[in-house]
């Protein structure tokens, strides 16, 4: 049994060009190597370089997202991110434990609870775009990750002073600029210590400092007796049930709070800031949302963002059972990698896969196995359909009440950010004095 092919480079080598140059890295790889190929990358819970076998067809990603649980494991893999995630994250859990948190997390994600939160989402992205300069040129991306923080710290933490929502989004800010910095995966592939030196000190403390804050927000929050008649995401996880009958632990609360942070806050801030560098090379499609109040059409731009930059570009798997796919028989113990960015890319699928055409999802549904922004399985993100929907309710809001233009003819392109695949420059702007003659639809309640 022997692995599919791969680049022939030195593993640091491809590491490095992992890291510079992602999507070239993956598409050069896929047109040597085809729809299954191998690389040697750094992480996936073991000191030094492990070999991972990259997925990109249909069918194989069903195989793999349709395997049993018993035939798959993630835990061991995502041992690095266990400092800032938490060892009982939804992330790093395996089989019934996996399940359990995820049937906790998943009711406030649904139905008339998740849309409920379309006015905070709206308010908060008025306050950020009434701080953005006029008539110069600045970065979007920053913005909409206050906008996704804002949502965080409101809809999912309930924090509503003020001053709490500061002392917490600060410390969380701190963490999170750490984590997001291209060093962090090497530094988590290294012992934590060289010699005496604690070459991760500072990312502990950042984390330290977070976690007091958190936790003391989540004594208080037990103490609170109006608990019963609050309807953010941290008070409805406290009183939720599993079969047993038992809550989660304070340090579950936190893992999965960070979790939901995490997932939730970069991704759909690197979404927002894909989908205008798209819509300033595609004026037309701006006119038209500007234009007309369509939802279809606004829906399928997203879906068509989400296609062509979908934030995290693979996800993994450590097979536990021998796995026939791609026309390899894969070995207990192999690492295999769905592929989203290049599944997505895929012309027998999407005729012109790279080009930016939202009508394509105007006349028929995401296909089940080739559009996987939010994974797939029983391992698809929770918080998927809220995304979908802040994306929605940011967009509408800004395109209703402004209009912004491109700084710049040259497009973006990827670079690394923690685990998303981020616009390099972060889609720099304009923003005019021009009134928008889009009419804001009221938000769903």
């Not at 266990?82 to 009711?107: C, E, N, V, Y």
């Not at 007796?225 to 340090?251: H, K, Y």
């Not at 989400?306 to 113990?333: M, Q, S, Y």
């Given at each position: 049994m022997?692995l599919?092919?791969?680049?022939?480079?030195?593993?640091?080598?491809?590491?490095?060009?992992?890291?510079?140059?992602?999507c070239?890295?993956?598409e050069?790889?896929?047109?040597?190597?085809?729809?299954?190929?191998?690389?040697?990358?750094?992480?996936?819970?073991?000191?030094?370089?492990?070999?991972?076998?990259f997925?990109?067809?249909?069918?194989?990603?069903?195989?793999?997202?349709?395997?049993?649980?018993?035939?798959?494991?993630?835990?061991?893999?995502?041992?690095?991110?266990?400092?800032?995630?938490?060892?009982?994250?939804?992330?790093?859990l395996?089989?019934?434990?996996?399940?359990?948190?995820?049937?906790?997390?998943?009711?406030?994600?649904?139905g008339?609870?998740?849309?409920?939160?379309?006015?905070?989402?709206?308010e908060?992205?008025?306050?950020?775009?009434?701080?953005?300069?006029?008539?110069?040129?600045?970065?979007?991306?920053?913005?909409?990750?206050a906008?996704?923080?804002?949502?965080?710290?409101?809809?999912?933490?309930?924090?509503?002073?003020?001053?709490?929502?500061?002392?917490?989004?600060?410390?969380?800010k701190?963490?999170?600029?750490?984590?997001?910095?291209?060093?962090?995966?090497?530094?988590?592939?290294?012992?934590?210590?060289?010699?005496?030196?604690?070459?991760?000190?500072?990312?502990?403390?950042?984390?330290?400092?977070m976690?007091?804050?958190?936790?003391?927000?989540?004594?208080?929050?037990?103490?609170?007796?109006?608990?019963?008649?609050?309807?953010?995401?941290?008070?409805?996880?406290?009183?939720a049930r599993?079969e047993?009958?038992?809550?989660?632990?304070?340090r579950?609360?936190?893992?999965?709070l960070?979790?939901?942070?995490?997932?939730?806050?970069?991704?759909?801030?690197?979404?927002?800031?894909?989908?205008?560098?798209?819509?300033?090379?595609?004026?037309?499609?701006?006119d038209?949302?500007?234009?007309?109040?369509?939802?279809?059409?606004?829906d399928?731009?997203?879906?068509?963002?989400?296609?062509?930059?979908?934030?995290?570009a693979?996800?993994?798997?450590?097979?536990?059972?021998?796995?026939?796919?791609?026309?390899?028989?894969?070995?207990?113990?192999t690492?295999?990698?769905?592929?989203?960015?290049?599944?997505?890319?895929?012309?027998?699928?999407y005729?012109?896969?790279?080009?930016?055409?939202?009508?394509?999802?105007?006349?028929?549904?995401?296909?089940?196995?080739?559009?996987?922004?939010?994974?797939?399985?029983?391992?698809?993100?929770?918080?998927?359909?809220?995304?979908?929907?802040?994306?929605?309710?940011?967009l509408?809001?800004?395109?209703?009440?402004?209009r912004?233009?491109?700084?710049?003819?040259?497009?973006?392109?990827?670079?690394?950010?923690?685990?998303?695949?981020?616009p390099?420059?972060?889609?720099?702007?304009v923003?005019?004095?021009?009134?928008?003659?889009?009419?804001?639809?009221?938000?769903p309640s």
């Amino acid at each position: 049994m022997t692995l599919p092919p791969g680049p022939r480079m030195p593993a640091p080598a491809q590491v490095i060009t992992w890291g510079m140059r992602p999507c070239a890295f993956l598409e050069g790889c896929q047109r040597r190597h085809g729809d299954a190929f191998t690389l040697r990358l750094l992480g996936f819970g073991q000191r030094g370089f492990s070999d991972v076998v990259f997925l990109t067809h249909p069918d194989t990603i069903k195989a793999v997202f349709t395997a049993g649980p018993d035939q798959l494991r993630v835990g061991e893999l995502r041992e690095p991110m266990a400092p800032m995630f938490g060892p009982t994250s939804i992330l790093l859990l395996d089989g019934a434990k996996h399940m359990r948190q995820r049937k906790l997390l998943l009711p406030p994600f649904h139905g008339a609870r998740m849309t409920a939160y379309g006015e905070l989402v709206a308010e908060a992205t008025e306050r950020e775009v009434a701080r953005w300069p006029r008539e110069r040129p600045f970065a979007l991306q920053p913005g909409f990750q206050a906008i996704t923080l804002e949502v965080i710290l409101a809809a999912v933490f309930g924090l509503d002073d003020p001053e709490r929502r500061g002392q917490v989004g600060g410390a969380i800010k701190g963490a999170l600029e750490m984590v997001a910095n291209p060093l962090s995966e090497l530094l988590m592939g290294l012992p934590g210590k060289i010699g005496p030196i604690n070459i991760r000190a500072p990312f502990e403390r950042a984390v330290a400092e977070m976690d007091a804050l958190l936790l003391a927000e989540i004594a208080r929050r037990r103490a609170d007796p109006t608990l019963a008649e609050r309807d953010d995401i941290l008070s409805l996880l406290l009183q939720a049930r599993d079969e047993d009958g038992s809550a989660m632990s304070d340090r579950e609360l936190r893992d999965e709070l960070v979790t939901l942070l995490l997932a939730g806050h970069e991704t759909t801030a690197t979404a927002l800031a894909w989908a205008f560098d798209e819509l300033f090379r595609h004026p037309a499609a701006l006119d038209r949302l500007h234009e007309e109040d369509n939802d279809e059409y606004l829906d399928a731009v997203i879906k068509e963002v989400l296609r062509l930059h979908p934030p995290i570009a693979f996800v993994d798997r450590k097979l536990t059972a021998d796995l026939e796919t791609a026309g390899h028989r894969l070995p207990a113990g192999t690492i295999v990698a769905p592929c989203i960015y290049l599944a997505h890319r895929r012309a027998d699928l999407y005729p012109e896969p790279d080009a930016f055409r939202p009508e394509r999802f105007l006349d028929r549904p995401p296909e089940t196995y080739g559009w996987l922004p939010f994974g797939g399985g029983v391992r698809r993100c929770v918080g998927g359909s809220f995304a979908m929907f802040e994306m929605k309710v940011v967009l509408e809001t800004i395109l209703s009440q402004t209009r912004l233009r491109a700084a710049s003819t040259r497009p973006e392109s990827a670079r690394r950010r923690a685990i998303v695949l981020a616009p390099r420059r972060g889609t720099r702007a304009v923003l005019s004095d021009e009134p928008s003659t889009r009419r804001l639809q009221p938000c769903p309640s």
